[in-house]
């Protein structure tokens, strides 16, 4: 399956970004610290490409303090960019943000060249959560599901600095499977967009592997991390069903809640921390994904090329 979401007000946040982005000193991209590289939005990289980016790893608390490590790495050592990781439990978010941005960019700052920022991510990703605590109120609607926001604001972190924030916005097609899985996974993208079971199933040959324990202690399995890692998929689900009464009638697990008990529990952290990608591996699924997009896209030209067959009724 493939997850695909992109509604119509992300056409018009994409054009409010393209023309934002020429008065803007640093652009900051909030991520999903349980899936940084799936919740880089390949688009804003094209957008923004000659301004400096400060990445935003969001939600630390809830993920993999060593992975999380990983991907801080990763981005500050490309070029012109920084990497900070927030939480909810972070005193001081403007600060570290504003210091951030004055290491990209030097020379703004003052009342003649006051710093512009804008700050954008993928939904649900905790943007506006983020400025609220800027605000000390609640400036910004939140909530758990994608589209929240859907108008620009501008906010003053300081006399001279300007933080434009955008609504959140995926891109149009997204090339690596695993990712939608992520994003799905994560709350990003909307509900009409994917089914609840293959996005557990996904996510459960995931965490069997990497974070097994974690499973055990959260369902009570009474299995070792070696036998969690061996079940199938499906037959993983269904204990976890079972072990939390998520049944039907005759006894028979109900996959549909038992799905909806796995997404739950990972979105709102119960299940531990945790990060569904390293940088090694997204970048693994990265290529195939552009790979494949090419072979189909080559396809599709080709086929659009042949002419054809005359109608013979």
């Known amino acids: 399956m493939s997850i695909q979401w992109f509604p119509g007000h992300m056409h018009l946040t994409r054009k409010a970004i393209t023309e934002r982005v020429k008065d803007i000193d640093v652009v900051i991209e909030m991520l999903d610290a349980r899936l940084p590289g799936s919740s880089a939005n390949p688009l804003l990289a094209e957008l923004t490409s000659a301004k400096p980016t400060l990445k935003v790893v969001n939600k630390q608390d809830m993920a993999d303090p060593e992975r999380t490590a990983l991907w801080l790495a990763h981005y500050n050592a490309q070029p012109n960019t920084r990497a900070i990781a927030l939480d909810a439990s972070v005193t001081a978010p403007a600060r570290a943000i504003i210091a951030s941005c004055h290491e990209l960019a030097p020379n703004r700052g003052g009342m ?167 940088p090694e591996q997204f970048t693994r699924w990265l290529k195939a994904g552009q790979q494949a997009d090419a072979e189909r896209q080559s396809k599709k030209k080709d086929r659009a090329s042949k002419p054809r067959k005359p109608d013979r009724r």
């Open 112 to 278: 003649v060249k006051p710093m512009r920022v804008l700050i954008c991510g993928i939904p649900n990703v905790g943007k506006s959560t983020l400025i609220n605590t800027f605000m000390g109120k609640r400036a910004a609607k939140t909530g758990d599901e994608a589209g929240i926001t859907r108008t620009e604001q501008r906010i003053a972190l300081a006399d001279d600095f300007y933080l434009f924030d955008t609504p959140g916005m995926l891109w149009p097609r997204i090339v690596v499977p695993e990712s939608g899985f992520n994003l799905a996974a994560s709350g990003a993208v909307g509900r009409n967009a994917y089914d609840d079971q293959e996005v557990a199933l996904e996510l459960l040959a995931k965490l069997k592997h990497a974070y097994a324990p974690l499973l055990d202690a959260r369902y009570k399995l009474g299995l070792s991390p070696d036998a969690i890692a061996a079940l199938p998929d499906d037959e993983l689900l269904e204990a976890i069903g079972r072990k939390r009464g998520a049944l039907a009638g005759g006894g028979a697990v109900n996959w549909q809640k038992a799905a909806e008990l796995v997404i739950a529990d990972f979105r709102s952290g119960i299940l531990g921390r945790i990060t569904l990608e390293t």
